[in-house]
Nanobody, 124 residues
Framework: QVQLVESGGGSVQAGGSLRLSCAAS????????MGWFRQAPGKEREGVAA???????VHADSVKGRFTISFDNAENILYLQMNSLEPEDTATYSC??????????????????WGQGTQVTVSS
């Protein structure tokens, strides 16, 4: 089983930046579709960004132009660069991996392995 660990969350003021990281503590995440998802208390989990085959990426409309997903092939680390953060971005952010290699997608049910999440809090 693939086990994922996120890091980089924290508390920032609106307009600030954070970079989240996701690495496999067990197994491998190379050549796997991966994504970032977030969930605020009382709300459904939503897709934030995903990366897939050939480095294709997709970002939710709410974060386009502000967040960027990337994958470091040398270190096998997934990143989410978060700029111009807004209070609405406050949530627990989780990374996910799928045992497949296709174009990027944001459907949470297309992922099999999940990290425990890292908290991001944006204050105004």
């Amino acid at each position: 089983q693939v086990q994922l660990v996120e890091s980089g969350g924290g508390s920032v003021q609106a307009g600030g930046s954070l970079r989240l990281s996701c690495a496999a503590s067990r197994g491998t995440i190379n050549r796997k579709n991966m994504g970032w998802f977030r969930q605020a208390p009382g709300k459904e989990r939503e897709g934030v960004a995903a990366i897939g085959k050939y480095g294709t990426t997709v970002h939710a409309d709410s974060v386009k132009g502000r967040f960027t997903i990337s994958f470091d092939n040398a270190e096998n680390i997934l990143y989410l660069q978060m700029n111009s953060l807004e209070p609405e971005d406050t949530a627990t952010y989780s990374c996910a991996a799928a045992d497949r290699w296709v174009g990027a997608y944001l459907n949470q049910y297309g992922y099999s392995f999940w990290g425990q999440g890292t908290q991001v809090t944006v204050s105004s």
